[in-house]
């Protein structure tokens, strides 16, 4: 059963600006370092930020998982197109077949931009109780935590 979420939040920085948080490691630590995000740790198993990074999530709580790896599939610059898949522990576990994360930074005029977060999952017909589990709540939560931050930043800069 295959199914998909989607989550857009317009941003007052320009697109460039949002990629550079989106496109590195960057995001990772931003994440880390927010108790609110419910990621406890994230480690680089492999990698530099590019395709093919490997990262390690440990999430705070048990709701569902404790840990699980994720690699990033694509990095296309041009496009500013991020896509992470679940590779180990999670998702796969419930009976996923397929856990794809999809962020795209959308310009929207020379200040503003849109962050789109999307969510593709697989999963097997005698586990598709387990699509229930799947939320955009988180990556919402990561959407606004990011503009948060880029707009700080950018209020930071125009003070100079």
Not at 53 to 62: Q, V, W
Request: proline share 2%.
């Amino acid at each position: 059963m295959f199914g998909q979420l989607s989550h857009e939040l317009e941003v007052n920085v320009p697109a460039s600006e949002a990629w550079e948080l989106y496109s590195t490691l960057r995001l990772a630590k931003l994440v880390e370092e927010e108790p609110a995000s419910g990621i406890e740790k994230v480690d680089v198993i492999e990698g530099d930020g590019g395709a093919g990074t490997i990262l390690k999530l440990t999430f705070a709580g048990p709701p569902l998982f404790t840990v699980y790896k994720e690699k990033f599939t694509k990095l296309d610059n041009e496009k500013r197109l991020k896509e992470t898949e679940v590779i180990e522990g999670g998702y796969l576990e419930l009976g996923f077949t397929l856990y794809l994360i999809r962020f795209k930074v959308i310009e929207k005029d020379n200040d503003s931009c849109i962050i789109e977060s999307t969510i593709e999952y697989d999963v097997k017909e005698e586990d598709a109780a387990n699509a229930s589990y799947v939320t955009i709540d988180a990556l919402a939560n990561i959407a606004e935590l990011s503009k948060n931050y880029l707009t700080k930043n950018k209020a930071a800069k125009d003070e100079h």
